[in-house]
């Protein structure tokens, strides 16, 4: 596999008109997803048996998806094999892949992933920024805390968002704003 790499990689998965910020572990040519908590990701790709990773660099996208759901024009259709899949229309990149439940226990899905395809629109390069990984962070923290508010995931998002302040360029501080809508402040 080209694009994926070793370790948890952080794309926006896209399954039928639905869109949210997954992590793909990526080990030993071995690509899984662990699903927690009956989210729409899960119910899609048990149904549909397809799901594609979107590599993408926008801070907002990471936030909006993991809270609300994009209209249709964020999607574009994609053929692969005999199936209709969705990507977003922003991807850099993308991998669409046939999925299928290895493991179901009562709170988390795991999902085998055999890749179909895999295209890069945009071919383009970031320099780390700490601003944007921060921005990663404080989402995965504040999806948990929207469901269980506990002073450690606030502590968590605080110390993220003051380096969102501190090394974000105007994206990460929009995405900051966002995010804070959904979580509210202090
Ligand atoms: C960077 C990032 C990675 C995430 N990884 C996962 C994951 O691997 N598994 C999971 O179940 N939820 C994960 N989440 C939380 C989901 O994105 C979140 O629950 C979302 O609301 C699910 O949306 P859906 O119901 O539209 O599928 C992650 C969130 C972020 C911000």
Known sequence: MGLLKGGINEI???TSHNAAPIGIHYRDGKATMILFGGSH????IERDGWVVANIVHDPVLYVKTAFEDLTDDAFVEEPV???TMYRLAGADAWIAFSAAVEKKTG???VVALTPER????????YP????????????????RYRANPTPKLRHLIDYHSDIVKKCGGKKELAALSLLEGYIGQH
């Open 12 to 14: 926006i998965a896209t």
């Open 41 to 44: 990701t899960a119910a899609n």
């Open 81 to 83: 094999g005999n199936r």
């Open 107 to 109: 709170e988390a899905i």
């Open 118 to 125: 895999e295209i890069i629109e945009n071919a383009v390069c």
């Open 128 to 143: 780390v920024n700490r601003g944007f990984n921060s921005i990663i962070d404080a989402t995965v923290h504040a999806t």
